[in-house]
């Protein structure tokens, strides 16, 4: 059976695949940044590669050869990427920064599929190597967040506001201006609590205290991010977009603006994820972007806890970090998939998107599995549930929300604004001098079908 999807406001007839995968530059004001310079980068690299080779000393420490050797294999790749991969849908503040972010997409999940075919201790090895630190750090060590939790105070509510709270609340932020929707965001938030919830008997530290849980991450720190992101996202789709060549301007003021501005988005596409007239496939989307979604959470704290890092430790930020920026192109790609009945294919960046997040989830089962055995069949079932029922719910509240919020006044029609009762109630105010005495035309009309005489009054204006 053929996917069937409707074209929905938001995604116009040249919003198809080559928009998102590979979308020009059409307004080029300085050529220089834009010109592919293909042999000056190769013989810088070949300059630069030729000193390293002949100036280090690889006697020294073997741990700073794998190191130099692994940063020139990045530097490279990243290198080949500016001069292969495509664009993406975005374009500011340059393409070379999307491709790059793709190139280390790439890089991440073939850096998986390695790791994927190692044993736990090689693993851990690993990480030890690049961090000694870690070597005596245990999970028991996380700070518990679910005890005593009706001892509430004012101290205790100000010691749960740490640099997670801020995460928390730049996160969602910047959920809300990929998404751009109120109900998906919000089901979202609310799915994530549950889920936390529900993996609880796995991961001690999701269990929170009932004011953490709603008052703290739902309302004020998911609350106040989705509000900001969103504020920002209707600024951004007001404003007028008319760019000025950074050549045409002349005080040094004005180009320096420019050039600030071109970290700016270049245009901003309104987004309707829900329509009335969608089939009922883009209620399965949604649901699937939303599970999805919860994976790759659940991936984050899933990882930590089985090779055991802190939170705050540079290999967890910089998966968070990097996930965000992979995150961006990827909800525009899937969007404009599930939306556009033109494109018939997923964007390079959704698909090595997707590939990361399933092979994250094959590793942490893998090497999970003594902590799985524990798992409660009934709880990963009412999770699913749980999925399907939000989803559904977020998705009628927001209809009854765009209902309510688009409904067209009830204005009566011409015809029943000149109502018998309301003609007859003028003449009497005229007879009793209540009102002015214009002159009202009667035109008498035959009786027909046996009913009452009926006349047409053309009251003045």
Not at 143 to 167: I, M, P, Q
Not at 171 to 192: D, E, P
């Amino acid at each position: 059976m053929a996917r069937q999807r409707t074209l929905t406001e938001g995604s116009d007839a040249s919003d198809h695949y080559k928009s998102i995968n590979e979308r020009p530059v059409d307004d080029i004001s300085l050529e220089f940044f834009y010109r592919p310079h293909t042999i000056t980068t190769m013989v810088i690299c070949i300059v630069g590669l030729t000193y390293t080779a002949f100036t280090r000393d690889e006697s020294v420490d073997w741990h700073s050869n794998i190191y130099t050797g692994l940063v020139g294999v990045l530097v490279f790749f990243m290198i080949i990427s500016i001069l292969t991969l495509p664009n993406g849908p975005f374009i500011r503040p340059h393409p070379a920064l999307w491709r790059c972010v793709l190139g280390l997409s790439i890089i991440y999940l073939l850096t998986l599929q390695f790791l994927l075919h190692q044993d736990y201790n090689t693993i851990r090895a690993v990480i030890l190597w690049f961090d000694p630190s870690m070597v005596n750090y245990t999970v028991n060590s996380e700070k518990e967040y679910g005890t005593n939790c009706w001892d509430v105070s004012t101290e205790r509510l100000w010691g749960h506001v740490d640099w997670f709270a801020f995460g928390h609340y730049w996160g969602w932020g910047m959920k809300a201006l990929v998404i751009r929707h109120y109900g998906i965001l919000w089901s979202i938030s609310i799915m994530w609590e549950l889920t936390e919830m529900v993996f609880g008997h796995l991961l001690p530290n999701f269990y929170e205290c009932w004011w953490d849980n709603l008052i703290l991450d739902v309302l004020l720190c998911n609350g106040l991010g989705i509000f900001t992101g969103m504020q920002v996202c209707k600024f951004l789709e007001m404003r007028e977009y008319k760019w000025e060549s950074i050549k045409n301007i002349g005080s040094a003021k004005g180009k320096f603006k420019r050039a600030l501005l071109q970290f700016t988005p270049e245009s901003w596409t309104h987004v309707r994820w829900l329509d009335p007239s969608s089939s009922f496939m883009r209620l399965v989307a949604i649901t699937q972007f939303m599970l999805i979604w919860q994976v790759v959470e659940l991936n984050t704290f899933f990882i930590k806890h089985i090779f055991p890092m802190p939170a705050e430790h540079p290999i967890c930020v910089t998966r968070i970090l990097m996930t965000g920026l992979i995150a961006a192109p990827t909800i525009r790609q899937y969007y404009t998939y599930v939306t556009d009945p033109q494109c018939k294919r997923l964007g390079t960046q959704c698909w090595v998107f997707f590939m990361i997040t399933f092979s994250e989830l094959i590793l942490v089962i893998k090497f999970g599995l003594d902590l799985f055995s524990h798992t409660q069949l009934s709880m990963m079932g009412l999770w699913l549930v749980l999925i399907v029922a939000v989803s559904c719910a977020g998705v009628w509240v927001s209809h009854v929300m765009y209902r309510w919020r688009h409904q067209a006044p009830c204005l009566p029609d011409q015809e029943d604004t000149l109502t018998p009762e309301k003609v007859s109630r003028f003449l009497s105010e005229v007879d009793t001098g209540a009102a002015p005495s214009p002159r009202v035309q009667r035109t008498p009309t035959k009786k027909s079908g046996g009913g009452p005489r009926k006349r047409a009054v053309k009251l003045p204006p």
